[in-house]
């Protein structure tokens, strides 16, 4: 079975070849997508999710696909496969694209793709509390990427924005450039974000701190160069170019220290929410693992 690395070179062959060109001739002989014509549409984007392929055209719609076992594509020369095996094929400006013996192939609008390929990580606005263990797999699985940088990466989790990728990892007392592999308790920390992020949710103010709930009040977000609200050293500011994950940061350099293992600081969290009513939300949507018994219904 090919792994996403195999896909995202299919993908890579596909753009080198094909990226930019207009679909002069258009077969479909699949039924999920026997409507489909893309004659006059030009490629403008092909890409690899996990084990999905996309192909994105400037008609604003994305084929999509999955290989399972059998399924491959044939590119160049015309595909002498039996017809019914090639269940798309796209005569481009360089030649041939065709589909073969793809088991999920499918059509959906650009905007709506990841409704199809499923690509993003748990929801953390979705109707009920996300599953907070399988979003700190998807995190760790990233080893030694900074923590911010993987909180912002969608397949791993979907809904932190930079606010929270700057506000979380100070309420929990880690450094935005800390490996998350290195991280113990990242639990806690990916808890903390949800609750607060569900709670502000139904809010018409990102609110971090609790205190005048009614505004946007943040810890430290766009407050470089200032006193760290915990321990008065002076915050450092980041702009894009300057961190690997190219959003503006801000971080306090000593209560967000790097260190070779770095523990989230719990009690720090609880103090951090005592005036929020996230404090409310987080041990009931997520209990701590070894308090289950005592945890009330
Ligand atoms: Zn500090």
Request: proline letters at 7%; hydrophobic letters at 35%; a neutral charge.
């Amino acid at each position: 079975m090919p792994e996403g690395d195999t896909i995202r070179r299919l993908a890579e062959r596909i753009s080198d070849r094909f990226l930019g060109q207009r679909c002069a001739r258009s077969f479909a002989r699949d039924p999920r997508i026997t409507h489909l014509d893309l004659v006059g549409a030009t490629l403008t984007g092909v890409d690899a999710v996990g084990k999905w392929w996309l192909l994105r055209f400037d008609d604003g719609r994305t084929v999509y696909g999955h290989l399972r076992m059998d399924g491959r594509f044939d590119l160049g020369r015309r595909s002498t496969a039996p017809e019914w095996q090639r269940r798309l094929e796209l005569e481009m400006e360089n030649g041939w694209m065709t589909a073969i013996d793809m088991p999920n192939i499918g059509v959906v609008a650009t905007e709506q793709e990841e409704t199809i390929v499923g690509h993003l990580g748990p929801d953390l606005c979705a109707a009920g509390p996300p599953d907070v263990g399988q979003i700190t797999d998807r995190l760790v699985s990233n080893e030694d990427r900074p923590l911010a940088g993987a909180l912002l990466d969608q397949r791993n989790v979907a809904g932190f924005g930079n606010v929270y990728a700057v506000e979380v990892p100070f309420i929990a007392g880690v450094s935005p450039h800390q490996p998350v592999d290195s991280i113990r308790d990242l639990d806690s920390l990916v808890a903390a974000g949800s609750a607060l992020i569900r709670t502000n949710m139904g809010r018409s103010h990102r609110n971090t701190t609790g205190r005048r709930l009614h505004t946007t009040n943040l810890w430290i977000y766009g407050r470089q160069n200032r006193p760290c609200p915990w321990c008065s050293t002076t915050l450092i500011g980041a702009g894009e170019r300057d961190v690997p994950w190219g959003r503006v940061s801000v971080w306090c350099p000593s209560c967000q220290a790097i260190e070779p293992q770095r523990t989230v600081d719990v009690a720090r969290i609880e103090r951090a929410l005592i005036l929020h009513p996230a404090r409310k939300r987080w041990p009931v949507e997520h209990p701590p693992a070894d308090a289950d018994d005592a945890a009330p219904n």
